[in-house]
């Protein structure tokens, strides 16, 4: 539904912010994080300050998946800048504490590869 959209108009950032999910629901994390870069480049007038924040936190999600913690810290460290209002800021929280956790697990298992 969302291809066929934006074969009409291209240029749908929401079009592409709610693709970007439904890639990231469904594992599909370069994918994910290319339709939100194309959100996040988009001067689009139909876009609200959250789809750039959820675009971000979503990003890093992604990025984390695949290896990224490093990257994910940085789009996190972005969105946080974006939420002057401190509207988004338990949502940032929560994607930074699932990278941080993450980080640890990597950090374990190159470990016990030694051993």
């Not at 939100?36 to 750039?52: A, C, D, G, I, M």
């Not at 998946?65 to 800021?89: F, I, M, N, V």
Request: hydrophobic share 35%.
């Amino acid at each position: 539904m969302f291809e066929e959209a934006l074969r009409l108009d291209p240029e749908d950032a929401v079009c592409r912010y709610h693709l970007g999910h439904l890639e990231l629901y469904d594992g599909r994390w370069h994918k994910a994080i290319r339709q939100f870069q194309l959100v996040l480049q988009s001067t689009s007038k139909n876009l609200e300050p959250y789809h750039y924040i959820r675009a971000l936190c979503s990003s890093a999600i992604a990025y984390n998946q695949l290896g990224g913690p490093e990257k994910a810290l940085r789009l996190l460290d972005e969105a946080k800048e974006r939420d002057s209002e401190r509207l988004y800021r338990t949502e940032i929280d929560n994607v930074r504490l699932q990278v941080n956790v993450g980080k640890k697990r990597m950090w374990r298992k190159r470990m016990f590869h030694f051993y």
